[in-house]
């Protein structure tokens, strides 16, 4: 709390009182104790004044807010404090002397930060409703992290502060707590390491049961995806990652390594997912207290299958009676089931991801194109392949060459006999 003088409040009697505020002659004031008050959330304020009529008797007196003008039913008639149902049972007015009131507020929240005024009433005066009072401030403790100290694999070294936005009157200690385990330091600054999951809150002393809001030292994120079941191309995905932690974490995304995401919110929304955003996937969430990676979470996309490729072999020209290898593939998820066909024929040829002709004949020869399926769809080869069989060697130039080696066999036989004397 910051006190300051007494301010003396006059104002000119209301009424035609020809001799209010002539010098030499009472006046009818209103004296504030303080301008302005600090307190804390929590605690109980007291605001207090001294009111004087030099002449009439007071007939009404009354706190009020001018914050709260919305809500009266007049707008030039302020409400009472007192009579507001939100504040009726935390706030007593009290008469302790004469002319002195006092406005009493316990358990004081921060929405009670407002100025106060106070009002009276005679049959000849009433005390100006625009004329300042005084601005109550509440105050909730926060931590803030002023310093990393040093930075560790498995902990963090920072200095942390108790803070508060105004300074109430008097010379408080402060309490820390960590993992709910009281402290003996005394001192707005606390120093000391924290390990993944450490959480650690201030307060005043004398008032630990309104402790700052806890800041933790960060722990490993949890990650999911949504939907939880079949995720199937064209759908709506969202990767989440959280972790408790204060100060806020900032998180940023990856698929194996490189960064996808980086910002204050733990998700990553895919709008129409698609079979090339399949993959692993991990999160990285960072405070003033280090970073922490998460554990791995693989993305199974469902696809039907696409364009299949298909092939022959052997590639060159195919010789009746030799083995012919005709093969289909397909990217698909489930893996795809493969059916083969040739063209003009209803009736499938064979079915498997290979189609293997092993006495390859004439009738053998024309297009073949084959079609991958799965539960999420079908697709046929777009890709003809033309296996025709190669031409044979006619029997009669086997002929000839058989009959021209016997010749020349004969021949040189012939040569070779002795001769014979007639």
């Known amino acids: 709390m910051q006190d300051e003088e007494p301010v003396d409040l006059r104002t000119d009697s209301e009424s035609s009182s020809p001799d209010a505020g002539v010098h030499g002659q009472p006046c009818n004031t209103v004296t504030y104790t303080n301008r302005s008050i600090c307190a804390f959330k929590g605690s109980s304020v007291d605001i207090s004044c001294t009111y004087n009529s030099h002449k009439d008797k007071v007939e009404a007196k009354f706190w009020f807010r001018p914050q709260h003008g919305h809500q009266w039913q007049n707008p030039s008639e302020p409400g009472d404090l007192g009579q507001d149902s939100q504040y009726s049972s935390r706030v007593q007015v009290l008469e302790t002397e004469t002319r002195f009131s006092t406005l009493r ?69 402060y309490v820390w707590f960590k993992n709910g385990q009281k402290l003996l330091e005394e001192t707005s600054t606390y120093t000391h390491d924290f390990y993944p999951g450490d959480s650690i809150t201030c307060a005043f002393k004398g008032y630990e049961g309104h402790r700052s809001p806890s800041v933790y030292a960060l722990e490993v994120p949890s990650v999911s995806v949504s939907p939880s079941g079949q995720i199937v191309e064209g759908s709506s995905v969202t990767l989440t990652c959280s972790s408790d932690a204060n100060p806020a974490a900032n998180y940023t995304w990856y698929k194996e390594n490189p960064t996808l995401h980086e910002g204050p919110e733990g998700n990553y929304h895919f709008t129409s997912v698609s079979s090339e955003d399949r993959g692993i996937y991990h999160c990285k969430t960072e405070n003033q207290f280090g970073q922490i990676n998460s554990s791995t979470i693989s993305l199974y996309i469902q696809y039907p299958p696409k364009l299949p490729s298909v092939s022959v072999s052997p590639s060159g020209q195919i010789v009746e009676g030799s083995s012919v290898t005709l093969t289909c593939s ?19 040829k064979a079915s498997g991801q290979i189609f293997t002709i092993t006495d390859f004949r004439a009738e053998h020869s024309g297009n073949y194109y084959c079609e991958a399926q799965n539960e999420r769809g079908r697709y046929k080869s777009t890709l003809y392949l033309t296996v025709v069989a190669g031409t044979s060697v006619p029997c009669f130039v086997v002929l000839v060459i058989l009959l021209c080696i016997f010749l020349w066999r004969s021949r040189g036989c012939a040569l070779c006999s002795p001769s014979v004397a007639v």
């Open 105 to 173: 507020i316990t358990n004081l929240r921060e929405s009670d930060s407002s100025e106060n005024r106070f009002k009276f009433k005679t049959p000849s005066f009433e005390w100006g409703s625009s004329l300042s009072g005084t601005t109550l401030t509440v105050t909730a403790l926060q931590i803030v992290v002023t310093r990393i100290v040093t930075v560790h694999e498995s902990y963090t070294e920072a200095e942390l502060n108790c803070h508060s936005s105004c300074s109430p009157t008097g010379h408080f200690s």
């Open 330 to 348: 397909s990217d698909a998820n489930p893996a795809a089931n493969y059916t083969w066909y040739k063209e003009n024929e209803d009736s499938p």
